[in-house]
């Protein structure tokens, strides 16, 4: 029995092999997008921006342009992430926009 608890993993590092499994092996979706997008750059991101894929490149679209500077600065280990999550045939790019009528969300 004690050995059931030595083999025990952190819920911290079995949560993001777990989404990386899981997105990994269902077909690629906006909401997928969405998913990856926000496990990448966190809740804060997530409220301000706004995904699409067009091809393999990754449109990120901002509220404002400070954010666009600031995704655009932190978008290779942005890439990365996303690659983990995705594939790296599924995202080879990103390529970030500012759309002043994005609102940000709750």
């Known amino acids: 029995m004690l050995e059931f608890f030595d083999s025990m993993r952190p819920l911290a ?12 092996h269902v077909p ?3 909401g997928k997008v969405e998913l990856a997008w926000s496990a990448a ?3 804060a991101l997530q ?3 706004q995904v699409k894929m067009e091809g393999n490149i ?3 679209e901002a ?9 655009t600065r932190a978008s290779p280990i942005i890439l990365q ?3 983990t999550y995705l594939g790296e045939s599924t995202i080879a790019g990103i ?5 002043a009528n994005l609102h940000v969300k709750s």
């Open 13 to 24: 590092h079995v949560v993001p092999s777990a989404l990386v499994y899981l997105l990994r």
């Open 28 to 30: 690629t979706s906006q």
């Open 41 to 43: 750059v966190g809740r």
């Open 47 to 49: 409220r301000v921006t």
């Open 58 to 60: 990754l449109v990120v």
């Open 63 to 71: 509220t404002t342009a400070q954010w666009v500077r600031e995704i």
């Open 81 to 83: 992430r996303l690659q």
């Open 95 to 99: 390529e970030v926009r500012t759309n």
